[in-house]
């Protein structure tokens, strides 16, 4: 509850922070995680990061060696792809020079390149396996799991959906 309400006060700060702009005509903000410029398309993953045990990050981020891993990445890769379908942020992919549209469920997943890699823009992929040492305090021996396919999202509802469940699956 805590992210999602985190999230919200960003979106109304910002809001705010335009229209108390002098000069605010054209300008605008727009959340979302795909767009479409002059030939090209760009893309931008809502990042999610999960600290989890060292264990469990290995069994995650490492190939499979007989420990089970191939398992733990199974179960979190079909998590991650079938939430889209109940959380995805929906988008309209302009075709034939704007005569067509194509509804997307997620704008993200056409973007998406491998299951796994340590790069967040060149390979993109579901799960970054990059080991970065973030923990402090009373997290240090807990690891990163960065996430870069989900889609932002406008709905409360889909963020508090798209969080808990991917932190329910974290825990078991």
Same mark, same amino acid.
């Given at each position: 509850? =805590?992210?999602? %309400?985190? /999230? +919200?006060?960003? =979106?109304?700060?910002?809001?705010?922070?335009?229209?108390?702009?002098?000069?605010?005509?054209? %300008?605008?903000?727009? +959340?979302?995680?795909?767009? /479409?410029?002059?030939? =090209?398309?760009?893309? $931008?993953?809502?990042? /999610?990061?999960?600290?989890?045990? &060292?264990?469990?990050? @290995?069994?995650?981020?490492?190939?499979?060696?007989?420990?089970?891993?191939?398992?733990? *990445?199974?179960?979190?890769?079909?998590?991650?792809?079938?939430? *889209?379908?109940?959380?995805?942020? !929906?988008? %309209?992919?302009?075709? *034939? !020079?704007?005569? @067509?549209? +194509?509804?997307?469920?997620?704008?993200?997943?056409?973007?998406? +390149? *491998?299951?796994?890699?340590?790069?967040?823009?060149? &390979?993109? #992929?579901?799960?970054?396996?990059?080991?970065?040492? $973030?923990?402090? !305090?009373?997290?240090? !021996?807990?690891? @990163?799991?960065?996430?870069?396919?989900?889609?932002?999202?406008?709905? =409360? $509802? #889909?963020?508090?959906?798209?969080?808990?469940?991917?932190?329910?699956? %974290?825990?078991?």
């Amino acid at each position: 509850e =805590d992210l999602v %309400l985190a /999230e +919200k006060a960003g =979106d109304i700060i910002l809001n705010a922070l335009i229209k108390n702009l002098p000069d605010p005509k054209g %300008l605008f903000l727009m +959340k979302r995680t795909a767009t /479409e410029s002059v030939g =090209d398309c760009s893309t $931008w993953g809502a990042h /999610e990061n999960y600290m989890i045990t &060292d264990r469990l990050f @290995r069994y995650l981020t490492e190939n499979s060696n007989g420990d089970f891993s191939f398992d733990y *990445q199974t179960i979190l890769i079909s998590h991650l792809i079938s939430r *889209q379908l109940l959380g995805g942020a !929906g988008h %309209l992919l302009s075709l *034939q !020079g704007g005569t @067509r549209l +194509k509804f997307l469920v997620s704008p993200r997943v056409l973007f998406l +390149k *491998q299951l796994k890699a340590a790069c967040t823009t060149a &390979d993109r #992929s579901i799960i970054n396996t990059r080991n970065e040492p $973030w923990a402090k !305090g009373n997290l240090i !021996g807990l690891k @990163r799991l960065h996430l870069i396919a989900g889609d932002m999202n406008r709905s =409360d $509802w #889909s963020v508090y959906l798209k969080i808990g469940t991917t932190f329910l699956l %974290l825990l078991y």
